[in-house]
């Protein structure tokens, strides 16, 4: 499959920002964090922008929600972050999405919980293995962030590492630069 259009300027923006680009990056290391919780699996990752840091990195990567040859009813952005201080498992949806996880073949579904914070419990799905693991993963500072943003997606974390979908974004160098952003901010508030 040739890359998609528009793949040259993604390049540009992640040469300007000292990223690396891949268009057709490893698989392997993206099926890693495969199964996710809330969201479906793609059929392939593409146009990866790596962001190197102390101690971790992150990866922005469009999903692939289409067989060879096909595009896509809907794109957009996952991002992707390894850190050593991330440590709990939990996962939270504000909203449904076409990358919703529906079908649980592989592996069953978290449990939904609830963490006691009227406001969140309101408007998040919430889940984990306790009440307990959400909480101690969805610390106050991280859920006053994402109420702050007005956040509409999935996040998951898991230890070592955390998966986001912010809806809304596509594969411009725009949507790269925000999701990039928006990584960093939920590394610095789940792990401070």
């Not at 006053?144 to 956040?151: E, S, T, V």
Request: a positive charge; charged letters at 20%.
């Amino acid at each position: 499959m040739p890359p998609p259009l528009g793949s040259d300027l993604i390049a540009a923006w992640a040469a300007r920002r000292g990223l690396a680009f891949t268009p057709r990056p490893d698989e392997d290391w993206f099926r890693r964090w495969e199964p996710y919780d809330t969201i479906a699996p793609p059929s392939a990752y593409l146009r990866a922008c790596t962001w190197m840091t102390s101690p971790g990195h992150a990866v922005i990567a469009e999903p692939w929600y289409a067989d060879d040859g096909a595009e896509p009813l809907e794109r957009t952005l996952l991002g992707f972050a390894a850190h050593p201080a991330l440590r709990h498992r939990a996962a939270m949806r504000v909203g449904e999405f076409f990358l919703t996880r529906v079908a649980f073949i592989e592996s069953p579904p978290p449990p939904r919980v609830a963490l006691g914070d009227a406001l969140w419990d309101a408007h998040v799905a919430t889940f984990a293995a306790s009440p307990r693991e959400a909480a101690a993963a969805f610390r106050p500072r991280l859920r006053k962030l994402l109420a702050a943003r007005g956040f509409q997606g999935h996040l998951e974390l898991r230890p070592g590492g955390l998966v986001v979908h912010c809806a809304g974004l596509r594969p411009v160098p725009e949507h790269y630069e925000r999701l990039l952003g928006v990584v960093r901010e939920i590394v610095n508030a789940a792990v401070l």
